[in-house]
């Protein structure tokens, strides 16, 4: 049995659960693959200003809002697994309208950014949708009850992967292909994406007797607003620095981070003190942002991504767990889009940000971002952490 300070770890070999994941790290590789295929195409190529290129990441973290209020009544409803393959259609979709606008020569630079707008905010609803379904509905049913705390915590790392995983491809394939090719291969991960879950068979279950359209549950978490907080200013750091970083060198580091956050879960936090994680992870994110901030010499090249890695994998990992065990198991989808919610809106305000104030001045923007990650800091340490302690279910 898992206590609050257990680390948990990947023990779950079956089938379905592995699907699932799958899925979930090929549709979350697809939308991060945008983080550097956008501003390619708005600022490399068509010569658009950082404030409309900020404004397409930013309208994209709206959308992730949009329709969740409807996910518990569709999940209900229809099949769990069609919702899903549905929400992911309507992201392939999004991707074909990004290839045709791209290649379309009768529109001007203005009409594209303004259909882009409604593109992006149609991609982050569904998104949303999909991730929501896959993470807090279908992976839960796919697993034993004993093991779902186990299998959320593993299926969480394969997004957290697609942070870095997602950018570089983006920078490998734009090496010796186009942005449009680019964006037909989004579109092809997707698809993949919907088939790893047709791949699974899901018992039909049968809906409750008095199904509310629009709710909160399966979305939004309420209780859990100064979790959501304290995680979204973390995340907001994290997509500062991706807005300012291009280099396959930056995202292939920050993969090691992430390796070496899993690893230090295993090993360095077992028998730590709760607060540790955040705490350290925090540290080291300062430590970076101070390390490039002071130098920019070859091996701080190599050292400050590793050090932001791995302090945003060791808070990723534990504010999951705080999100499930806030509430009960009958909470524990609405937890974990909550925590997605989190996690998605921080980078996509950190890329708007970024874009929008700060694309002239790194270091203003590494100071905005030291100045953040201080905040999050304080916030968890005088406040955050004892009510969480406070608060929790279980």
């Known amino acids: 049995m898992y206590t609050q300070n257990t680390p948990i770890h990947v023990k779950l070999w079956h089938r379905d659960f592995w699907l699932l994941s799958t899925a979930n790290l090929l549709m979350t590789i697809a939308m991060y693959m945008q983080f550097l295929l956008l501003p390619q195409w ?128 983006t920078i490998i394939l734009l090496s010796f292909t186009t942005i449009k090719v680019t964006f037909v291969i989004c579109a092809v991960l997707c698809l993949a994406a919907a088939l790893c ?38 995340t907001t750091v994290i997509g500062l620095l991706i807005s300012s970083e291009q280099t396959i060198t930056f995202y292939g580091m920050m993969m090691v981070g992430f390796f070496l956050a899993l690893l230090s879960q295993r090993f360095v936090f077992i028998n730590a003190d709760l607060k540790s994680e955040i705490t350290v992870g925090l540290i080291l994110i300062l430590v970076s942002l101070l390390l490039h901030f002071s130098d920019n010499n070859n091996a701080i090249t190599f050292i400050y991504p590793v050090l932001a890695g791995c302090g945003i994998g060791i808070i990723g990992a534990r504010f999951l767990l705080f999100f499930i065990k806030l509430k009960g198991h009958c909470q524990r989808s609405t937890s974990q889009s909550t925590y997605f919610l989190s996690w998605e809106f921080g980078l996509s305000v950190g890329l708007f940000l970024g874009y929008a104030f700060f694309n002239e001045n790194k270091n203003q923007l590494l100071i905005c971002a030291m100045i ?14 004892s009510w969480y302690i406070k608060n929790k279910d279980r």
């Open 42 to 169: 708005f600022i490399g190529e068509i010569g658009l200003s950082y404030f409309k290129l900020a404004t397409v990441f930013g309208l994209s973290g709206i959308g992730l809002f949009a329709l969740g209020c409807f996910c518990s009544y569709w999940v209900q409803r229809y099949r769990r697994s069609r919702v899903c393959i549905n929400a992911l259609f309507a992201m392939l979709l999004s991707f074909c309208a990004l290839y045709f606008l791209y290649e379309n020569t009768t529109l001007s630079y203005d009409e594209k950014y303004f259909l882009t707008l409604i593109v992006r905010f149609i991609q982050g609803a569904a998104f949303c949708i999909a991730h929501i379904v896959l993470s807090g509905t279908l992976i839960i049913d796919a697993c034993e009850s004993f093991r779902r705390t186990e299998a959320n915590h593993s299926s969480a790392w394969f997004t957290r992967f697609a942070l870095s995983l997602g950018p570089a491809l």
């Open 372 to 385: 953040l990650s201080c905040l999050a800091l304080i916030m968890y340490l005088s406040f955050t952490h």
């Open 197 to 234: 879950i047709l791949l699974v068979n899901f018992p039909f279950k049968a809906p409750e007797d008095t199904l509310c359209k629009v709710t909160l549950d399966r979305f939004f978490l309420p209780q859990g607003k100064w979790l959501f907080l304290n995680l979204t200013i973390i």
